[in-house]
């Protein structure tokens, strides 16, 4: 079957510290990959997007990385704040190009 | 507007009742998406809306559940015959993908979040 998979548990991690999340795919082969961020009560807000001919995008202290051999997408925040707290969603095209389909997200909570 | 316009935020309704949910999407994306989100849960893909082609239609979950998107804008998702299990956030999201083409960024809406009694 198809999946799109993060980690359930939430991810508790020091202020300063780098945060790396993960999105695992199977049954796939999506031309590209994003990842949004969820703060509670709100709609996803889009951070980045890489394309499948893509190893690694960054923004700020944001890094993406994207193993099409290892159907794997890694997110990771350095420097890591408490302002970061908040889910991390990954998305996939799947199907046609324009449609997007979401993992369940994980939860990212920077403690000083 | 400036951003994605849901409406109602917030509606309540008794079991076996008919709702309606409206998006606005950003003026001149082309693409329109629902999603819906349970608690605690993941966004699920509902419907996707493409310029003037037929809609994706797959992620309706029955047949209780119908979108339509007026003159290439606004969309409505009704919900017919509500059951308990429809409660949850749904969630609206345009972008300027065109057909066959990568979907680019989302923007989403806030979303209506729907208890059903």
């Known amino acids: 079957s198809q999946k799109i998979e993060q980690n359930s548990e939430a991810l508790n991690i020091q202020e300063g510290k780098t945060a790396t999340l993960t999105c695992n795919y199977t049954?796939?082969?999506?031309?590209?990959l994003q990842w949004y961020r969820q703060d509670p009560g709100r709609g996803p807000v889009f951070l980045l997007l890489?394309?499948?001919?893509?190893k690694e995008k960054r923004k700020e202290r944001l890094k993406v990385t994207f193993d099409t051999t290892l159907k794997q997408s890694l997110f990771h925040i350095t420097a890591s704040q408490p302002a970061d707290s908040a889910t991390y969603l990954c998305?996939?095209?799947?199907?046609?190009?324009?449609?997007?389909?979401f993992g369940t997200g994980t939860r990212l909570q920077v403690t000083l | 507007g400036a951003g994605v316009s849901q409406s109602p935020s917030n509606k309540v309704t008794e079991k076996g009742k008919d709702v309606e949910l409206r998006c606005d999407p950003i003026?001149?994306?082309?693409?329109l998406y629902w999603y819906r989100q349970s608690l605690g849960q993941g966004l699920e893909f509902l419907i996707y809306f493409q310029g003037n082609s037929a809609p994706d239609k797959s992620g309706l979950p029955s047949d209780r559940f119908s979108a339509e998107r007026t003159g290439g804008s606004v969309s409505t998702l009704t919900i017919q015959r509500t059951q308990q299990e429809d409660s949850a956030v749904y969630l609206c999201?345009?972008?300027?993908?065109?057909?066959?083409?990568?979907?680019?960024?989302?923007?989403f809406g806030e979303g209506s979040r729907l208890t059903v009694l």
């Open positions: 999201a345009s972008s300027q993908a065109k057909t066959g083409v990568w979907a680019g960024e989302l923007f």
């Open positions: 890489i394309r499948e001919n893509e």
């Open positions: 049954n796939y082969s999506p031309a590209y």
């Open positions: 998305a996939l095209n799947t199907g046609t190009a324009s449609k997007l389909t």
């Open positions: 003026s001149g994306h082309t693409a």
